[in-house]
């Protein structure tokens, strides 16, 4: 199994850090959670993954936050996603793949395509085809490679980068449900033929 980290900061997420969990935390050698001041349930819905949660303060550097993240993590790779962000059912064993392959991929960063969902009925996403939303989330953990910019935070220091396809995370600021994900998955199918 590749040695990687999950460099997670959460904050009031209750309604939607489970499936996050679910989704990433089986292919990740370890989840490193960062407490940014929940006054939720969060905490202990995360305490179930992982005791690995530390707590810190987001002081309006989104950057600094992830980097801090970051330097918790013991692993040869770190691992970005949000706690509003998961993966369909179906994608899972391709995530794992991704996960398995990096290290003979000869790169030192990955990018995915993110789907963003615009309501809580899933019913209107933009970036069906993912182009304009590809973001570094897999990178080597080395010094020179940390977040930059206060807010919009980005990757930089890597010196080679590649993109892992197939598939992407999903993101939407709302309670996932099953019946919301079951027709999240439809409606992406429709989605995706009518782009072709």
């Known amino acids: 199994m590749t040695s990687i980290s999950w460099a997670l900061m959460f904050y009031n997420e209750e309604e939607s850090i489970r499936d996050a969990l679910d989704s990433f935390s089986p292919f990740v050698t370890e989840v490193v959670a960062i407490d940014m001041g929940s ?11 992982t005791n690995k949660i530390y707590e810190s303060s987001l002081n ?7 980097n801090f993240a970051i330097s918790k993590c013991e692993t040869d790779w770190i691992f970005i996603a949000d706690p509003d962000e998961w993966l369909l059912e179906k994608d899972r064993d391709k995530f794992k793949q991704a996960i398995d392959s990096i290290d003979s991929g000869g790169k030192e960063a ?9 309501d809580a009925d899933m019913t209107k996403q933009y970036n069906v085809s993912g182009t304009n939303d ?11 490679i940390r977040y930059v910019f206060p807010v919009h935070e980005i990757v930089q220091g890597y010196k080679s980068a590649g993109t892992i396809e197939g598939f992407g995370l999903h993101h939407g600021h709302f309670k996932v449900k099953k019946e919301r994900r079951d027709h999240m998955s439809q409606l992406y199918d429709f989605f995706s033929k009518m782009k072709r």
């Not at 309006?60 to 992830?66: E, I, K, L, S, V």
């Open 39 to 49: 006054q939720d349930n969060s905490r202990n819905i995360v305490s179930e993954y």
């Open 60 to 66: 309006n550097n989104f950057a600094a936050a992830r």
């Open 110 to 118: 990955y990018q995915m395509i993110r789907y963003n969902w615009m």
């Open 134 to 144: 590809r973001q570094i989330r897999i990178m080597k953990n080395l010094p020179r």
